[in-house]
Structure formats: C-alpha cells, structure tokens
C-alpha cells in the first residue's frame, strides 16, 4: 500500500507539473518560492502529521495567519506595517506550537497512542532487589 501511494502521489505531482508548466509557458528558478515550501511544512507541523483533519486544519491556518498578520499593527495600534514581520510571527507562532504541543493541533490517535507505549517502555520500573 505504501508503494501504491508513492506512486500515485508522484503520478498527481507529476500531472499537476506539467499542467502548470503548460500554464505559465515558461519556467525557472524564480516561480517556486522558499516561502512556499516552508509554509506546506507549516501547514503539517500546526495541524498534525497523519491525519486528514490535521491536514485541513493546518492548511487552513497555514494560509489564513500569515494574511491576518498583515494587518495586525493596525488593530493593535502600532506605527509600523507588520506586513513585513508577518512570516517571522508566523514562524515564532510554529517554535512556541513545537514546544508545548508537538503532536499538533489535531494529533493522530493511532500515533499518540504508540507513543503513550514507547514512554511506558521508556520509564524504568522500579527493580525488586534480590535475596
């Protein structure tokens, strides 16, 4: 199953590929961005890896504080345009999600439930000394 859905993933990526290279009609560096490359990983790191609800929660946070920040300094009252300070908030928002809640906002319960396993094996038992 896994080997399906790497190929079946890359056969869409590849697709999809093609169809926006047929769309822009010319291609290069300039056209995929670093921004949105870290901003996919974002999205699975805010809503949690494995799981479709974390997906689509993290997609859509992913997509909606960034534009939200944009115009934050002028709710709060600030002199300055926090449009430019916006991905480094977002990205202060990600550090502080990883330390206090590192299965994001919508952990997977088959995997939260492996690792209530892996600590009970983690936590040495208290050893009865021997006569």
């Known amino acids: 199953y896994k080997l399906w859905a790497f190929a079946i993933g890359a056969a869409v990526g590849g697709l999809t590929g093609a169809i926006f290279a047929g769309k822009q009609t010319f291609i290069n560096s300039d056209s995929f961005l670093l921004e949105s490359s870290i901003l996919v990983l974002a999205a699975v790191i805010l809503g949690g890896a494995g799981g479709i609800k974390g997906a689509i929660i993290g997609g859509a946070l992913t997509w909606y504080l960034p534009?939200?920040?944009?115009?934050?300094?002028?709710?709060?009252?600030?002199?300055?345009?926090?449009?430019?300070y916006r991905i480094l908030i977002f990205g202060l928002i990600?550090?502080?999600?990883?330390?206090?809640?590192?299965?994001?906002?919508?952990?997977?319960?088959?995997?939260?439930?492996?690792?209530?396993?892996?600590?009970?094996e983690a936590v040495p038992q208290e050893t009865v000394p021997s006569e």
């Open 67 to 84: 534009e939200w920040f944009r115009g934050f300094g002028q709710i709060i009252g600030l002199d300055f345009d926090t449009a430019e």
């Open 94 to 120: 990600i550090i502080v999600m990883m330390i206090f809640r590192p299965q994001g906002l919508v952990p997977n319960r088959r995997r939260a439930a492996e690792f209530a396993d892996r600590r009970k």
